[in-house]
């Protein structure tokens, strides 16, 4: 499966900014989550899926501004990012088929190039 990140770019302190990834296959009954990786920072969990219940799970830091949805028909996930502030500023990247447990550790099969959200103050 590939997966294609876009929808990054430049925004001020508290703008918004929806991301979209684009996948290849099917995502029903697939799980999938968003990460995101600042200059020289690890890659950090930001928001994940899972499909067999349909819950949606974030971050601390993305709880209550950051919304993360999908249309299985169209094999579209998308992350929808308010309040952006100039620490949300790093690479994106969307994932899916976690291969663990934990749907917050970045081990999925599948994976974006990224896409840069910058966010200027």
């Known amino acids: 499966v590939q997966l294609q990140a876009s929808g990054g770019g430049l925004v001020q302190t508290g703008n918004s900014l929806t991301l979209s990834c684009a996948a290849s296959r099917t995502i029903f009954r697939r799980s999938m989550a968003w990460f995101r990786q600042a200059s020289g920072k690890e890659r950090e969990f930001v928001a994940g899926f899972r499909w067999t219940d349909g819950s949606r799970f974030y971050s601390d830091s993305a709880n209550g501004w950051f919304e993360m949805s999908r249309d299985s028909s169209k094999n579209l996930m998308f992350l929808r990012m308010n309040n952006l502030k100039p620490e949300d500023t790093a690479v994106y990247y969307c994932?899916?088929?976690?291969?663990?447990?934990?749907?917050?550790?970045?081990?999925?099969?599948?994976w974006g190039q990224g896409t840069l959200v910058t966010v200027s103050s």
């Open positions: 994932a899916l088929d976690p291969m663990g447990d934990s749907y917050a550790v970045p081990q999925y099969r599948f």
